[in-house]
């Protein structure tokens, strides 16, 4: 193996996990790689353009909240501009029989969204990284000892060498898609293919309009419904209402032939005419992301599993290292869970002694 191929650290993921690892690795020092499978960064941060300059809609991750101090802190020293989710109106309530409105916003709390997308986030800790750092279209197809003391991850490109190993992925489609041999011990197998996927169960639909037009008649865009296809709707438009739009999810199952007319046939009968005929419509199906969710994503319902303490403990004689919101002890699921998570698997490899960049993390919120 060439010594290009050999690095301090291999990073499996370019989601917010993975980049935080890596923007936390490099800034202390070490020679860190992040591989990613698909041919963009992110992961379920994933945004969609729009006509509106600097805005986008989100089809993945989309809030952070009040205590998310590294999503705030991010955002902050690197001016990606956020703002307050639209809270104001009244709430739909739709039965089986009928639609009822609700007075007041039962359905949103006090949150903050990013004018750019989530994606930014993403964006934003990849420029930190050095630019050969980051490979693309790389996916990791196993991870095995190599019997000099570190890691080998092979991928289709080739092989390559890391004394340690982040696997910034959710478990269950790490043990699905990669070949770990039976170096796993049995109860870390079985914690990981029972653990959920946050969001890997849920398409998330997002009808951009001219306007928000529901504002003018006093609702909030936030919507329960008994009858779906979508089971809860909210108001996704941007600062002042530009771009203007409505997101909500429906139980992946739901999503087949016909879906796109149901959906919004549904918003119609919500919002009235003008909502059923949005200028798009996106239909992010996360159950369907090869690399995102497994093929047992729908059976995965144990939410308790999330943060289990197993996941503290590295693996394959502690080189091996869980970082996904999955793994996170607090804010599990939210992009705050995600970057901490990815801190955290930096902070294990650093504090192996006598290592190069063994000095502590530089955090992705303060790196560059």
């Excluded at 790689?33 to 041919?39: F, G, Q, S, T």
């Excluded at 991010?74 to 409105?101: N, W």
Aim: charged share 20%.
């Amino acid at each position: 193996m060439s010594h290009q191929d050999s690095h301090d650290v291999i990073v499996v993921g370019g989601g917010a996990s993975g980049l935080a690892a890596a923007t936390a690795l490099d800034a202390a020092g070490r020679d860190a790689v992040c591989l990613e499978a698909r041919d963009r960064i992110g992961g379920r941060l994933l945004s969609a353009a729009t006509s509106h300059p600097e805005r986008a809609l989100d089809l993945g991750a989309t809030w952070f909240w009040d205590g998310e101090e590294r999503v705030r802190a991010l955002a902050a020293h690197s001016g990606i501009e956020t703002f307050e989710q639209y809270l104001a109106g009244d709430t739909l309530l739709q039965e089986t029989t009928d639609v009822r409105r609700l007075r007041g916003n039962l359905v949103d709390a006090p949150s903050r969204r990013f004018a750019a997308g989530a994606q930014s986030i993403a964006t934003t800790l990849a420029a930190a990284l050095p630019a050969e750092s980051l490979r693309l279209n790389t996916p990791v197809t196993a991870v095995h000892p190599d019997g000099q003391g570190g890691l080998a991850v092979h991928t289709p490109a080739g092989s390559l060498r890391a004394e340690h190993v982040v696997l910034a992925l959710p478990p269950a489609l790490a043990l699905e898609r990669i070949d770990f041999g039976d170096a796993l011990p049995a109860d870390l197998v079985r914690l990981g293919r029972s653990t959920p996927v946050w969001m890997g169960a849920v398409a998330k639909v997002v009808a951009h309009y001219p306007t928000a037009f529901w504002r003018e008649e006093g609702l909030a865009g936030a919507v329960i419904s008994r009858t779906g296809p979508l089971q809860e709707i909210h108001d996704m438009s941007g600062p002042d209402g530009r771009p203007a739009a409505l997101f909500g999810f429906a139980h992946a199952s739901t999503v087949r032939p016909g879906f796109d007319q149901a959906v919004t046939a549904q918003l119609a009968q919500l919002f009235g005419p003008a909502a059923g005929t949005p200028e798009a419509l996106h239909v992010q199906n996360w159950s369907a992301e090869r690399w995102t969710s497994p093929s047992t994503v729908e059976r995965l319902a144990d939410y308790s599993l999330f943060g289990h303490p197993r996941y503290r403990k590295p693996a394959l004689d502690g080189r091996l290292h869980w970082a996904s919101t999955e793994t996170a002890t607090e804010n599990a699921g939210h992009i705050e869970g995600a970057l901490a998570a990815g801190e955290r698997a930096a902070r294990a490899v650093l504090a192996v002694p006598g290592v190069p960049g063994s000095r502590g993390v530089i955090t992705a919120t303060t790196s560059r």
